[in-house]
């Protein structure tokens, strides 16, 4: 009996630090109305490579940059064992430069020798992580909305983080998995519950996960989309389509959707008034890739459905700086 009491007391603390670790590091637009956040995506790192030295200096030389209000990691952060090390060696590196980070798996991550839900127990214990498991009964781990509060306090922008999982367990579909429908619907029940706390008025929203949707490919496919950015490879999505594009678009509040997992593609695409777009490939040699690599920036206005992305690949070189919807209009 002391044994069950002190792991329930030992799991009420865990969950109370968690949710400290969270509500000291809130999301908000600063003075000047602005937010800005960094996604580094598909680092890659194998543990005591020297091949992955060029992924530390290049997030190094982003954040001194741009000095972010949010990093965002989009997936395939570890490809290699230890895991808990490898994982660890990169949180520390991040979580010195004491700003708040967030984290979504790709389809690499779990398989290190720990499942994503092991994973993410360790991203939870870092004090400057704001990634918390909303809904862990549903499919993937981390999958969350992330609150930015207006200079005033008010809810004002919403990050959805949601696990794209990794490969396909129907059988006769082969390739990569999709975002299941347990997801599809959390992240619907939570843009209504927006919505109607916004006087019926859809709370300007991104989401960002790893692997790209269906609507990635037939964006690019089709030539009157307007794209800005680096097309060098095939978009790598999934063969079934589970609809989450279409709850985006239904809910009326997802202005821009943000992924990696294609290495050699950073493009940036109007698709039904919504921003598809790559982050640029962050990592070192440890796998393919063909662009230089970097980071994706993206600089949010409160109360503005507008906002502004960009490429940096040093601390000195920016890219491909647009504005959307403005710069995606056909006139």
Same mark, same amino acid.
């Given at each position: 009996?002391?044994?069950?009491?002190?792991?329930?007391?030992?799991?009420?603390?865990?969950?109370?630090?968690?949710?400290?670790? !969270?509500?000291?590091?809130?999301?908000?637009? $600063? @003075?000047?109305? &602005?937010? +800005?956040? *960094?996604?580094?995506? =598909?680092?890659?790192?194998?543990?005591?490579?020297?091949?992955?030295?060029?992924?530390?200096?290049?997030?190094?030389?982003?954040?001194?940059?741009?000095?972010?209000?949010?990093?965002?990691?989009?997936?395939?952060?570890?490809?290699?064992?230890?895991?808990?090390?490898?994982?660890?060696?990169?949180?520390?590196?991040?979580?010195?430069?004491?700003?708040?980070?967030?984290?979504?798996?790709?389809?690499?991550?779990?398989?290190?020798?720990?499942?994503?839900?092991?994973?993410?127990?360790?991203?939870?214990?870092?004090?400057?992580?704001?990634?918390?498991?909303?809904?862990?009964?549903?499919?993937?781990?981390?999958?969350?909305?992330?609150?930015?509060?207006?200079?005033?306090?008010?809810?004002? !922008?919403?990050?959805?983080?949601?696990?794209? $999982? @990794?490969?396909? &367990?129907? +059988?006769? *579909?082969?390739?990569? =998995?999709?975002?299941?429908?347990?997801?599809?619907?959390?992240?619907?029940?939570?843009?209504?519950?927006?919505?109607?706390?916004?006087?019926?008025?859809?709370?300007?929203?991104?989401?960002?996960?790893?692997?790209?949707?269906?609507?990635?490919?037939?964006?690019?496919?089709?030539?009157?989309?307007?794209?800005?950015?680096?097309?060098?490879?095939?978009?790598?999505?999934?063969?079934?389509?589970?609809?989450?594009?279409?709850?985006?678009?239904?809910?009326?509040?997802?202005?821009?959707?943000?992924?990696?997992?294609?290495?050699?593609?950073?493009?940036?695409?109007?698709?039904?008034?919504?921003?598809?777009?790559?982050?640029?490939?962050?990592?070192?040699?440890?796998?393919?890739?063909?662009?230089?690599?970097?980071?994706?920036?993206?600089e949010l206005t409160q109360n503005s459905s507008s906002f502004k992305s960009w490429i940096r690949t040093s601390d000195t070189n920016v890219e491909q700086i647009t504005t959307f919807p403005n710069d995606y209009i056909k006139k």
């Amino acid at each position: 009996m002391k044994t069950i009491k002190s792991s329930l007391i030992c799991l009420l603390l865990i969950f109370f630090v968690n949710s400290i670790n !969270a509500q000291n590091h809130q999301l908000k637009f $600063n @003075s000047n109305k &602005k937010f +800005k956040i *960094v996604q580094f995506t =598909d680092l890659h790192i194998k543990y005591q490579d020297k091949r992955s030295d060029i992924a530390f200096v290049k997030m190094n030389e982003v954040l001194i940059a741009e000095k972010p209000d949010l990093i965002l990691i989009t997936g395939d952060i570890i490809y290699s064992k230890p895991a808990k090390k490898n994982l660890r060696n990169v949180l520390d590196f991040i979580s010195k430069y004491k700003i708040p980070f967030a984290v979504t798996f790709g389809n690499h991550d779990r398989e290190q020798g720990l499942s994503n839900d092991k994973l993410f127990k360790i991203v939870k214990s870092y004090p400057y992580n704001v990634t918390i498991d909303e809904q862990p009964q549903i499919n993937g781990a981390g999958n969350c909305a992330l609150v930015l509060k207006s200079s005033k306090g008010k809810a004002a !922008a919403v990050l959805y983080l949601i696990d794209s $999982n @990794s490969y396909s &367990k129907i +059988k006769g *579909v082969k390739g990569y =998995d999709f975002i299941h429908n347990d997801q599809v619907n959390w992240y619907m029940d939570k843009s209504r519950e927006f919505t109607a706390n916004n006087n019926g008025k859809p709370l300007f929203s991104l989401a960002f996960f790893h692997i790209p949707l269906p609507e990635f490919k037939q964006a690019i496919m089709n030539q009157n989309s307007s794209m800005y950015g680096i097309r060098r490879e095939a978009v790598c999505a999934p063969k079934l389509n589970s609809g989450m594009f279409a709850a985006f678009k239904e809910c009326g509040d997802v202005k821009g959707v943000f992924v990696g997992h294609d290495h050699d593609n950073d493009f940036a695409i109007n698709w039904q008034g919504v921003l598809l777009a790559y982050g640029r490939y962050s990592g070192g040699n440890t796998v393919y890739n063909n662009i230089p690599n970097g980071a994706r920036i993206i600089e949010l206005t409160q109360n503005s459905s507008s906002f502004k992305s960009w490429i940096r690949t040093s601390d000195t070189n920016v890219e491909q700086i647009t504005t959307f919807p403005n710069d995606y209009i056909k006139k």
